[in-house]
């Protein structure tokens, strides 16, 4: 089975009649994208924004349902009438994503006839689903097969992303009129910049960082980028190349919440790319100390970037950003091997310099 993905769920199975999947919080906004239902939905709590999905239901009455929160985490589902769960009941699953490939998972029934996918790496998984052509299930005796189309769901997941960037802008707060027994209003906290003015105490932090980090990785051929030579519209106080890769790095000298940052690096991504976009949270901790990782990829056509982002705490305050990218320009071609193996590579240095 060629760019097929197999998922194997054993367990039992057992309940009630679904006809849809369960919706959760007030519906803030839905639409058609091909044949594909997007709502928005908020939070039953905070009432806030809370996450994007889109479903679809097949003529074997299959309904896939995929969703990603104002966090950017993933979640996969399925619904069928042919099922009959007990409610709670967790199954082991595999996953197969390619011919050799497959990744053990689990699954709980939500409801009588839904299951959601437990991924234990929810991104990774999304990026190989997002290049599937299509999705064979099979369920116990069950097996049923859902095509994506020679685009595989990536259009989707791109209009999920759209959806969360614009839904988890924040609103303009309207200006309330003054009164005698009126409060001072509290100021809002400004946006997160992440593209501070450079100072030359920043860019000799940074190149220290980054010359220590890619010399502790291996990484001999690596250059600086003079001011210059940096390509417009990207970000940070040092660029530098080795090879097909691209690298930067940053201090951010606020101490941004994790939900802030990634939001910001996503969103402004999401924005910023032409074509169809993915992106998804890596967690991680670093000597205890909690890190952010972000994957991303931008295809445009036959050219996919990908962008391997690290945010770690930094010693002086604030944070350093890293950024690790590289381009392929072949649709067979759609491995980030080279800058994963390096992000990889970055990551174990920076583990390495803050344990001492």
């Given at each position: 089975m060629t760019r097929h993905l197999v998922l194997a769920i054993a367990g039992l199975l057992s309940g009630s009649l679904l006809t849809g999947l369960p919706a959760h919080g007030a519906t803030l906004k839905t639409y058609q994208f091909l044949n594909w239902s997007m709502t928005a939905r908020s939070n039953d709590q905070t009432k806030q924004f809370d996450r994007c999905s889109a479903q679809t239901t097949y003529p074997n009455r299959v309904t896939i349902a995929l969703s990603v929160d104002r966090r950017y985490s993933w979640r996969l589902a399925f619904s069928t009438p042919a099922w009959d769960f007990v409610e709670g009941t967790t199954f082991g699953i595999v996953l197969r994503l390619s011919e050799r490939e497959f990744l053990k998972e689990s699954a709980v029934a939500t409801d009588h006839q839904l299951v959601e996918?437990?991924?234990?790496?929810?991104?990774?998984?999304?990026?190989?689903l997002r290049r599937?052509?299509?999705?064979?299930?099979?369920a116990g005796a069950m097996t049923f097969e859902?095509?994506?189309?020679?685009?595989?769901?990536?259009?989707?997941?791109?209009?999920?992303?759209?959806?969360?960037?614009q839904q988890a802008l924040p609103a303009a707060r309207p200006a309330r009129p003054p009164g005698?027994?009126?409060?001072?209003?509290?100021?809002?906290?400004?946006a997160l910049d992440l593209n501070p003015t450079a100072s030359s105490a920043g860019n000799d932090d940074a190149a220290t960082l980054v010359g220590h980090l890619l010399a502790e990785a291996r990484i001999s051929n690596f250059q600086l980028l003079a001011?210059?030579?940096?390509p417009p519209g990207m970000r940070g106080d040092?660029?530098?190349?080795?090879?097909?890769?691209?690298?930067?790095?940053?201090?951010?000298e606020a101490p941004p919440k994790v939900e802030e940052l990634v939001s910001t690096l996503?969103?402004?991504?999401?924005?910023?790319c032409r074509g169809n976009y993915f992106a998804g949270p890596l967690p991680d901790k670093i000597d205890g100390s909690s890190v952010i990782r972000i994957f991303t990829a931008c295809q445009v056509q036959s050219t996919t970037n990908f962008v391997y982002y690290l945010a770690a705490?930094?010693?002086?305050?604030?944070?350093?950003?890293?950024a690790t990218m590289a381009t392929t320009k072949s649709p067979a071609d759609t491995t980030d091997l080279t800058a994963k193996d390096i992000d990889n590579a970055i990551r174990t240095a920076l583990h390495q310099a803050t344990s001492r």
């Open positions: 996918v437990q991924l234990s790496d929810p991104t990774a998984t999304f990026e190989k599937a052509t299509a999705l064979q299930v099979m859902l095509g994506f189309g020679l685009t595989g769901p990536a259009n989707v997941l791109s209009t999920l992303m759209q959806c969360v960037a005698p027994n009126a409060k001072p209003s509290v100021p809002l906290r400004p001011r210059e030579e940096i040092v660029v530098w190349t080795a090879g097909g890769i691209t690298g930067t790095a940053s201090i951010i996503i969103g402004t991504d999401t924005r910023n705490p930094r010693d002086g305050g604030g944070f350093y950003l890293l």
